[in-house]
Nanobody, 115 residues
Framework: QVQLVESGGGLVQPGGSLRLSCAASGSIFSIYNMAWYRQAPGKERELVAIITSGGTTNYADSVKGRFTISRDNAENTVYLQMNSLKAEDTAVYYC?????????WGQGTQVTVSS
């Protein structure tokens, strides 16, 4: 069992930055592939970024060059650095952990980009 707790969301102006954190507990964090998803009102949840247990990263086209996913296995934490934020980045952001048949979600953190 893995518990995931996101933090770092909030209100930011267009062009600003935020860093989301996802703290994991309850299992061996380093074996999990970790990802950030987001869900905007009226839209389906979409993958934003993923980092594998080996450190390989991949991003949605909409965030490439602006967002960076990273992990600290010693701290059992995954991060999402978001720069040059746009109004269309407004969503609830969810942390996800996957290993084999195990799939866990956090409760989400709201990110609002507005002037």
């Amino acid at each position: 069992q893995v518990q995931l707790v996101e933090s770092g969301g909030g209100l930011v102006q267009p062009g600003g930055s935020l860093r989301l954190s996802c703290a994991a507990s309850g299992s061996i964090f380093s074996i999990y592939n970790m990802a950030w998803y987001r869900q905007a009102p009226g839209k389906e949840r979409e993958l934003v970024a993923i980092i594998t247990s080996g450190g390989t990263t991949n991003y949605a086209d909409s965030v490439k060059g602006r967002f960076t996913i990273s992990r600290d296995n010693a701290e059992n934490t995954v991060y999402l650095q978001m720069n040059s934020l746009k109004a269309e980045d407004t969503a609830v952001y969810y942390c996800n952990a996957v290993h084999l048949f195990r799939n866990y979600w956090g409760q989400g953190t709201q990110v609002t980009v507005s002037s």
